[in-house]
Structures are given as C-alpha cells and as structure tokens.
C-alpha cells in the first residue's frame, strides 16, 4: 500500500475535474504535479506542489489555483486539513486511519509491501565488468555493490532485470596477462625469471596459475614460438582470472546472471563489423579525417581518413573512429556492437555502472545506443568515484598479492560483506568516498550499518521480552493484525508509523532515479526515530516510552505491532541492498 501514490492518483483525479469544468487548460498534464513529505514535519503529513507548477500554464496566481484544488480536497474525508502556504504550496493533514491502514497491509503481507507490480520493458545493469587481469581492488568493489543493489532494487520495484557482467577478453591487456603468466610458468619449472619487467602484471597472484600451468601443459610451451603459446596461454589465464574475480564477488554477494564475452563479438561472426555496416547503411558512419583534439590528448585520435561514427549529431562533441590504422577495431567499436547486442536481446533500458575516470566517454556511447536502436533504448550511466581506504585516518598500505593495490577480498575478510556493503551505499555513487575500516566495525551511532542492524536486532529483543513477560505468548501477526491502532496515540509513536508508511515511496522513487543510496538514507534514519522512541525518558524531561505493559494488554499488543512492522521494513530493505538483519548483535 503506497500512501503517496494513492494520494497521487486522488490529486490527479481532482486536476482533471478541473480541466473538464475548464477552470484549467486542456493542455495541462496532472501527472507533472509531485506529492512529497514536507521538509518540516509540523507542516503536515504530505506537501503539493501543483498551483506552482501549473499556475502560468493557467494563467492564475498560485494562490488563488491552490484555493480551487483545495476546495475539491476537502471533499475527501481522508483529509483532515488542508493549508495554502507560502506563495501556494498545499500541505495537508491526514487521517490517522490512513496510515494505519498501511501498517495494516504490511503487517498482513511483508514479502510484498512497497513491492512494485510488474512493468513493461526489460532493463540490463551492467556492472563491475573489470579486466580479467587480476583479483578486484576497492575501487571495483564500489561499483559492483552499487550494481547489485540497484539490480534488487529494480526488481522489487517490479522491473524485468538482468545483471550482467562484460568480459574484457579481446583487447591487448589479455595479451599482457598471458604474457605475465607465461613468466610465471618458467618460474614454476624452476627458471630465474628475475625482476618482472614493466608493464607486466607483477602480483603474486599470477604465481598459482603459472604452477598450475606446469600440470597442465607439463614442458610443453616452453619450445614453442609465441604465436602457439600465446592463444592456449591467454585462453588458460582468463579463465583462472575470471574464477578469482566470480569467488571475490561470492564474499561481496554480488551476483550476474549473465557474463558476456567481448572476443564472441568476433568470433565465429565478426558482429563488431556487422554493426559498422549496419550503422553505415543509415548514414551514420562516414570516411573522413578528424581535426587535432584541443587540450586532453585522445589515444584513439589519427591524423588520416578513416571510418567515423556521426556520433555529433547525438549530442556528442566530436565524431569517433571505429576502425585503427592496422586494422583492429577501436574500444569504441567493440561497445556499439556489445551495447548492440543488448538491444538485440530485448532490453530497451541499459543501465551501465563505470568508475570515475570514465565520465569523458558517457556522451558517445549514449549516442550510440541511440543509433544502433534508433532511439527505443535509453542509456542511463552511473559514475562511481575513488574509494579512499583509511585505518584510523591514515592511508592503507598496498598488498603485495596484488602488486600495486589492497584487494577486495582482504578488505571483506577483515570488516565483513556487510560493512562493505552498507557503506559503500551510504553515499551518492558519484560522491567519494573514504571507507576507514577502524570505524566501519565500531559499535556506535557513527557507524550506520550497525546503527540499523541494531535497530532490526532491538526490535526481535523486545519480541522475546514481551514472550517473556506474557507468559510464552507468541503474538503472531494474525494476532498483530487485530491491534487497536487508536492506542498509538503518542506523537513519537505517530511520527514512527508515517515513516514506515513511506517505505513504497522511497523504494519507487529509488528506483526511478536509479539511485540506492536513498533506500540506504532511508534506513539510517528510520533506525535513528526508532533508536529515538526507545531511549526515549533517558534525558530529563522526556516521559519513557514502554513497548511491553504487563497491565496493559492491549496497548502491548499494538505496540508490538508497530514495534513488527519497523522490523519487516528494516529487514525488506537490507534484503534488497544485500545486508544481513541480525536477530541479536554480539
């Protein structure tokens, strides 16, 4: 039960009236008009924003068409007040049965409450989608958890998803790869390999694959020329790459359903060249020669006639090679045919997760989804910046195993999927972020995973109390369901069952945005209300709030099913940003 949504519909409803008694102009649009929770509580339960947003349209002061929405409102029993305030903004007050009535339904369907219904269209979210050159580091992390939640979020918010991750199988940096594990295997068979020259990959996690390439292939490489070893070797340390990468996103809970090959774009079609034709047959590619670029130097830029994509007339700056001088295909080719293949395969919303660095790249791919779809596809890129790791405010160390960086997996080994989780939702994707692992494990406030974790393992302790105190009494939520909802007359306690009730918005709005970190937000800040209500008559002054009265039945068991339908929420919504909903915390 979505109290917005419903109250959204209701607005609606009353705005098309309007247009059909022509006190407003056919060609106003009452979807446009937002209900949101007003930023100071004491304004109300739910702000309107529709007089500002169609006053000019109507040709009226937004006063004076608040007053005519306002007059239809006050029809609606459901609403107790309302008030023009400002230059027209209408705050409304309702019924307290309006938010019971939404404890009701949670408290009678959990899995299901703020679950949206089923929409049309398929989305892919692509993520992680890092080089097959060695284990993931914490900026890889960042991104593959934003990807994971986003892809949960999206499916309980009823979208059709699904998370895929593209293998960079085909560039250069493979060749380095098998390169830098070939030095490993005459290492393994006993040979002084000395220093690792530069540019190769010089962790020791290349170390088990070059031994375990000696009991694979035993002498065998070794009098071969390149051009025989190189391919078995590539194929081998891809595939020992891609197992370490899959059990480094296992400790992290992220999840694919798909894992797409770039080198299956060449072989056994040559898909990348098919899609070039394609593009060039409506227009869209060109031979032509590209002017020096100003400032920042492009790696894919030569002075020469060459195939282009007309990725200007898509918005982008400047139109893009596809094709090098030797012949291979540019980065940029191998993504129009990869993204391509998406559409192909039914997905008419195509969400990318990129790190930071890759911001200059977002207009021309955008404008290559556009073409190869012919505008039925939408790319929406997440950025995701730097993640700065600190121990007690000092810089952490590199790890030897991987060379040059602290890997992923250390890093959950020591704080746990759940710290890294939370944490790295708790912050908007392209804001930085500095993850100290000192205080992403502290028992306190200031560490928000355990803030609401701990609000989710109060609420089971206070089960067990009232257990406890009533004799064994289960209080199931048949029994939940029946509470007398007029016993939760205190403020707090009313401030507390509006907050949960904003749980469908919060997940649809997320969801809309794409953006997981509000449902991140959201829940810091219902565990701080509840945390709030439980200490509350700890400061002077403040009167204690008791959630089991051995005296009072009645008001125990309406309390408890406040108390349940926090915990069903908490646990809803870490579900869906993979957290764990501990019982009790040790």
């Known amino acids: 039960m979505n109290v917005f949504a419903a109250f959204q519909t209701r607005l609606e409803a009353v705005l098309l009236l309007l247009k059909e008694q022509g006190r407003l102009p056919a060609s106003v649009e009452p979807s446009r008009a937002v209900i949101e929770p007003p930023r100071d509580p004491s304004h109300g339960d739910m702000a309107i924003n529709a007089a500002m ?43 307290p049965s309006v938010f019971d009535d939404a404890l009701r339904a949670l408290i009678a369907d959990p899995q299901h409450f703020g679950r949206g219904a089923p929409r049309k269209g398929k989305v892919n979210v692509e993520y992680v989608s890092a080089n097959p050159t060695g284990p993931m580091h914490v900026g890889h992390g960042r991104g593959a958890v934003f990807g994971d939640a986003l892809a949960s979020l999206l499916a309980f918010a009823g979208h059709d998803v699904t998370r895929e991750y593209y293998i960079n199988d085909a560039g250069a940096q493979v060749d380095v790869l098998a390169r830098s594990v070939f030095l490993r295997y005459r290492e393994a068979l006993g040979e002084d390999i000395g220093a690792i020259p530069d540019g190769f990959y010089p962790g020791d996690y290349l170390k088990p694959v070059g031994v375990a390439l000696v009991k694979h292939y035993a002498t065998q490489l070794v009098d071969m020329p390149e051009s025989e070893w190189l391919p078995r ?13 899959r059990e480094d996103l296992a400790k992290l809970r992220v999840e694919h359903s798909v894992f797409f090959s770039e080198a299956s774009l060449r072989e056994p079609l040559d898909a990348v060249k098919t899609t070039i034709s394609a593009l060039r047959a409506k227009g869209l590619v060109y031979d032509g020669r590209l002017p020096p670029p100003k400032g920042q130097v492009d790696a894919e830029w030569e002075d020469r006639e060459q195939a282009l994509f007309r990725s200007t007339e898509f918005g982008d700056d400047v139109d893009r090679p596809l ?110 972020l500095e993850f100290d692992l000192a205080k992403v494990i502290e028992q306190s406030k200031d560490n928000a995973v355990f803030y ?135």
């Not at 507390?496 to 810091?524: C, G, K, S, T, W």
């Not at 800040?525 to 403040?542: E, I, P, T």
């Open 53 to 95: 947003v169609f006053a000019k349209e109507a040709g009226m002061k937004p006063r004076d068409l608040a007053a005519l929405i306002v007059a239809e409102l006050e029809k609606d029993s459901s609403i107790v007040a309302c008030e023009i305030a400002g230059p027209g903004f209408i705050n409304i007050r309702l019924a």
């Open 233 to 245: 070797v590539r194929r081998y340390a891809i595939d020992a790459m891609m197992t370490m990468i």
């Open 323 to 432: 094709v090098k001088s030797d012949g291979s295909y540019t980065y940029f080719a191998s993504d129009i045919a990869y993204h391509a293949s998406k559409y192909q395969r039914g997905f008419t919303t195509l969400i990318d997760v990129w790190g930071a660095d890759h911001g200059g790249y977002v207009k021309r791919m955008a404008a290559a989804v556009n073409a190869v779809s012919d505008g039925k596809a939408v790319l929406d890129v997440k950025l995701c910046q730097l993640v700065k790791l600190m121990r007690n405010g000092e810089p952490v160390k590199m790890s030897k195993r991987s060379g040059d960086f602290v890997t992923l997996a250390e890093v959950v080994d020591e704080v746990g999927a759940d710290a890294v989780r939370f944490m790295m939702l708790f912050r908007k994707n392209d804001a930085p």
């Open 452 to 586: 609401v974790q701990y609000a989710h393992a109060r609420c089971f302790s206070i089960f067990r109390q009232a257990a406890q105190a009533f004799d064994g009494r289960r209080f199931t939520p048949s029994e939940l369901l029946a509470a007398d909802f007029d016993k939760l007359s205190d403020p707090d306690e009313r401030r507390l069952i509006q907050f949960i009730a904003e749980y469908p918005r919060v997940i649809d709005a997320a969801a809309q945005a794409h953006e997981p970190h509000r449902l991140a937000f959201y829940l810091y800040d219902l565990a701080s209300a509840f945390h709030a209500l439980w200490n509350r008559g700890k400061d002077k002054g403040q009167a204690p709030l008791r959630f089991i009265n051995q005296d009072d039945a009645t008001l125990t068991v309406a309390r408890l099913a406040l108390v349940y339908s926090l915990m069903s929420v908490l646990a809803s919504a870490l579900a869906i940003l993979g957290v764990s909903a501990p019982d009790e915390m040790r």
